[in-house]
């Protein structure tokens, strides 16, 4: 779909919403829009990440274009994780993942994710749903992070 046909879908629906009288409606189409936002959102990262080796590096890679994504928006229009990258660049993912997750305060990817409701894609997440690549106290240090914010799931 081109740029085009996106102008034309929204005056489209900008005329529905226009028209509509009924809150119950208007609440749906909010609620649609922004279920529809976050999948788009979703799928943004995921193919920013690119094919990965296995689907725990396809994780990390998407929330760290979500992370990329969200310092353009709040930070600075050209903010990128460069530290990140650097590190990644020198050391495996795993490693990384380790020390980032591992630490005594959170990250501040971490922060971000959270702070804008993507506590799913943090380090400390993906290490919960990896756990054979993780030790024991880096596993515990994610799980009590996360439960630290309500979010635990195992």
Same mark, same amino acid.
């Given at each position: 779909?081109?740029?085009?046909?996106?102008?034309?879908?929204?005056?489209?629906?900008?005329?529905?919403?226009?028209?509509?009288?009924?809150? %119950?409606?208007?609440?749906?189409?909010? *609620?649609?829009?922004?279920?529809?936002?976050?999948?788009?959102?979703?799928?943004?990262?995921?193919?920013?990440?690119?094919?990965?080796?296995? *689907?725990?590096?396809?994780?990390?890679?998407?929330?760290?274009?979500?992370?990329?994504?969200?310092?353009?928006?709040?930070?600075?229009?050209?903010?990128?994780?460069?530290?990140?990258?650097?590190?990644?660049?020198?050391?495996?993912?795993?490693?990384?993942?380790?020390?980032?997750?591992?630490?005594?305060?959170? @990250?501040?990817?971490? %922060?971000?994710?959270?702070?804008?409701?993507?506590?799913?894609? @943090?380090?400390?997440?993906?290490?919960?749903?990896?756990? %054979?690549?993780?030790?024991?106290?880096?596993?515990?240090?994610?799980?009590?992070?996360?439960?630290?914010?309500?979010?635990?799931?195992?």
């Amino acid at each position: 779909m081109d740029r085009r046909n996106f102008a034309l879908y929204r005056r489209h629906m900008k005329k529905i919403v226009e028209q509509c009288n009924d809150p %119950e409606k208007l609440d749906i189409i909010r *609620q649609n829009a922004l279920d529809l936002a976050d999948e788009a959102f979703q799928k943004m990262c995921l193919l920013r990440a690119g094919k990965q080796r296995n *689907q725990m590096h396809t994780d990390y890679y998407q929330a760290l274009a979500a992370y990329e994504w969200l310092l353009k928006k709040y930070v600075a229009p050209t903010a990128f994780a460069s530290r990140t990258r650097e590190a990644l660049a020198k050391r495996d993912l795993e490693d990384c993942l380790e020390e980032w997750a591992g630490a005594k305060t959170p @990250t501040k990817a971490y %922060e971000m994710l959270v702070e804008h409701g993507y506590w799913y894609m @943090t380090a400390e997440r993906i290490i919960r749903r990896y756990p %054979e690549y993780f030790s024991a106290k880096t596993l515990e240090v994610a799980r009590k992070r996360l439960e630290g914010i309500g979010r635990y799931v195992d």
